[in-house]
């Protein structure tokens, strides 16, 4: 069954520090998400990403943070400048068209 | 705002039934989904209403009333390895819209 695939599966980083997670959806997906979920709390939106723009974004993105889909195949999300309470586990989503989003495997992202 | 109430946990038996409540209360509603986390891991897609009633897929089922903004995912047979997070999310439009989700359900199932 196809894959959303997320590298690293673990990130520690210095506070102020850039970070870059990187994404590869299932191939023929259309829409492009990333979600984070901080530890014990409700998976939260952060961005969409459809015909290679952003398509909506929550009042979570905000300047520190961007996405870019650099060729056909990864979709990346990068936080500037990080704080500390920028810690959380980060999921990338796909989907062609329908219900079911799949969801990667997450980064867990520690800033310290 | 955007809001999506669930119990916070639920506990059962091995081979009993249980039932996982959503009230949800958004600026738009397509359809309600229901994924599953175990451990923090990926969130996994079990099912997903747009219209009123019942979707039956295996031992889940998961019923939609639009009119009460209310649903529930049925668990029948539970088994050890259903213990994990249940998460509704209402899909807010048509197109790629995103997924609003509820705080999450801890089912612990015991032996």
């Known amino acids: 069954e196809p894959e959303v695939t997320q590298t690293p599966s673990h990130q520690v980083t210095q506070m102020g520090q850039e970070v870059i997670l990187r994404c590869v959806p299932i191939?023929?997906?259309?829409?492009f998400y990333w979600y984070r979920q901080i530890l014990g709390q409700k998976v939260e939106f952060l961005v969409s990403?459809?015909?290679?723009?952003?398509?909506?974004k929550s009042e979570i993105f905000d300047d520190q943070f961007s996405v870019e889909r650099p060729d056909g195949s990864n979709f990346t999300l990068k936080i500037r400048s990080t704080k500390l309470e920028d810690s959380a586990m980060y999921f990338c989503?796909?989907?062609?068209?329908?219900?079911?989003?799949?969801f990667g495997s997450g980064t867990r992202l520690t800033v310290v | 705002g955007q809001s999506l109430e669930q119990p916070s946990e639920v506990t059962a038996v091995e081979g009993a039934i249980v039932q996982i409540n959503c009230t949800y209360q958004?600026?738009?509603?397509?359809?309600l989904s229901w994924y599953q986390q175990h451990d923090g891991g990926a969130p996994t897609f079990l099912s997903y209403?747009?219209?009123?009633g019942l979707e039956e897929t295996g031992r889940f089922s998961s019923f939609l009333s639009r009119s009460d903004s209310y649903g529930y995912l049925l668990l029948q047979e539970l088994q050890m390895k259903d213990s994990a997070s249940y998460f509704c999310?209402?899909?807010?439009?048509?197109?790629?819209?995103?997924?609003?989700f509820g705080q999450g359900t801890e089912l612990s199932v015991k032996p």
């Open positions: 989503a796909s989907i062609r068209t329908g219900t079911g989003y799949t």
């Open positions: 191939s023929n997906h259309l829409y």
């Open positions: 990403f459809y015909n290679n723009e952003i398509s909506e």
């Open positions: 958004t600026s738009g509603f397509y359809g």
């Open positions: 209403n747009a219209l009123d």
């Open positions: 999310a209402v899909k807010l439009d048509n197109q790629g819209g995103k997924l609003i």
